[in-house]
């Protein structure tokens, strides 16, 4: 963790306020209020004091050589969970075209109105057993691609990437796989700090066969992951294409962002965009930006109107809300019934905004606790003693950064995903090389 998780969160912040600026976004029937932007500096200011209260920033000590991490257990429980949610998913999708854009995104669309009008949820079993049990692939990913000297790609194919493609497609979504995506390269990155000194733990694990050398990235390892990274950025751009189709094509969706979204491309500088690009390339920039940048308007307008009942987590945490969309259907269809009014449901609410509308002013209790957790992750990172911590740095990290979107454990089945941290947490075991003490000094075998 290079950035104190305070520094993060104003950096992560700063750049959506200046991408929103800079970039020729226009409002539509919507107002930007001071009241609204002191709010969202109170609850910014709340994780940072929270941050700042766990832990001051530090110098990274080096991995200690003679720690090393038992990950069987570990392993054995994420790869049984990723293999049942690999076969739920595969038993939700009989019979659904996969591939078929358009009809995912009308199962998205369905899921979104029946939360809205409190109906019964269609989910299958299968679903909802896959709902519980993919999250475990995402920390599958970091203990492989960050703790293993060579990771063995058939297992990360499958345990990883496998349950979080295959929730993408019976989901219709985009989230797991971007998210998939900000795991591995965070955890990537990590292994230069894990493998600085070599390999953690040699001397405890004391192989009789000579150790294999620790992986890199070759020059054909880093085209394989261009070509990936490009085959998911197409997948991405085709979905929006292909939504824009749907209502009539680019020009039409830019009418419907003006008047349902509430906000367009047509500020200053937009001819030099539409002139570059064109219009087409220019959607994508719009959309891709917007992605970013609605959390920093919706939240906005939510601190300014929202007038409806504190929702108790049922709005930020998927969990949540399938549970009291089965208990309390109608506080569930109120709750949105007053987002909906403000022309706020449907978008990505940031994770203040998304504080604010479970808990008010409430809301800046969990976020100091927020903060504050991520100041013990990023404080015993840096202390280097248990390497177990760095199994959270890049969910901690990417926490932050989605903070434009929702909450860690809103974002994504986030809450799931963090429980199967701490259950990686706990089952891996800490094995530490103690020389034995001899007459004639210490024996080091």
Not at 281 to 302: A, E, P, R
Not at 321 to 346: M, P, Q
Request: proline share 5%; glycine share 8%; hydrophobic share 55%.
């Amino acid at each position: 963790m290079k950035f104190h998780p305070a520094v993060l969160m104003l950096i992560v912040w700063s750049v959506c306020v200046v991408m929103f600026y800079v970039l020729p976004f226009q409002l539509e029937n919507r107002v930007m209020s001071l009241y609204g932007l002191l709010i969202l500096l109170l609850f910014i200011a709340a994780y940072c004091l929270g941050a700042t209260a766990a832990s001051r920033r530090m110098v990274q000590r080096p991995m200690p050589i003679d720690v090393a991490i038992d990950f069987r257990m570990t392993d054995r429980i994420l790869v049984t969970a990723s293999a049942i949610a690999l076969v739920a998913c595969i038993m939700d999708v009989q019979g659904r075209d996969l591939f078929n854009l358009i009809d995912s995104y009308q199962v998205r669309s369905d899921r979104a109105g029946g939360l809205l009008s409190a109906a019964e949820s269609a989910s299958t079993v299968w679903f909802q057993i896959a709902f519980i049990t993919s999250p475990a692939a995402y920390i599958y990913l970091v203990r492989e691609i960050t703790f293993r000297p060579r990771p063995i790609l058939w297992r990360t194919a499958v345990f990883g990437f496998g349950p979080i493609l295959m929730v993408s497609l019976s989901a219709g979504g985009r989230n797991p796989l971007f998210y998939a995506m900000l795991v591995t390269g965070f955890s990537y990155l990590l292994r230069k700090h894990v493998f600085a000194n070599g390999v953690p733990g040699a001397k405890v694990s004391a192989p009789r066969r000579k150790r294999r050398p620790i992986f890199k990235l070759n020059t054909a390892s880093r085209v394989l992951i261009g070509v990936l990274v490009a085959c998911m950025t197409v997948y991405f751009a085709r979905v929006f294409i292909v939504r824009a189709d749907v209502v009539g094509g680019v020009d039409a969706m830019f009418g419907i962002a003006g008047s349902s979204w509430g906000v367009n491309f047509n500020g200053p500088l937009a001819d030099v965009f539409f002139t570059v690009l064109g219009p087409d390339l220019t959607y994508l920039v719009f959309v891709f930006v917007w992605y970013v940048v609605q959390g920093f308007v919706m939240s906005n307008t939510i601190f300014t109107s929202y007038e409806g009942p504190m929702m108790w987590t049922a709005y930020g945490i998927d969990i949540s809300s399938a549970i009291v969309r089965r208990t309390n259907s109608d506080f569930l269809a109120t709750g949105f019934g007053h987002l909906l009014s403000l022309n706020t449901y449907g978008f990505l609410p940031s994770a203040f905004g998304s504080l604010f509308v479970d808990f008010k002013f409430l809301g800046l209790l969990p976020c100091f606790l927020w903060g504050w957790l991520s100041g013990v992750v990023y404080k015993k990172v840096k202390q280097a003693t248990d390497p177990r911590w760095l199994l959270a740095a890049p969910i901690v990290v990417i926490g932050i950064l989605l903070s434009v979107i929702n909450t860690p454990i809103g974002f994504s089945n986030g809450l799931v995903t963090h429980l199967w941290l701490v259950v990686a947490f706990m089952s891996a075991r800490v094995m530490r090389w103690r020389p034995a003490v001899t007459p004639t000094g210490p024996v080091r075998g």
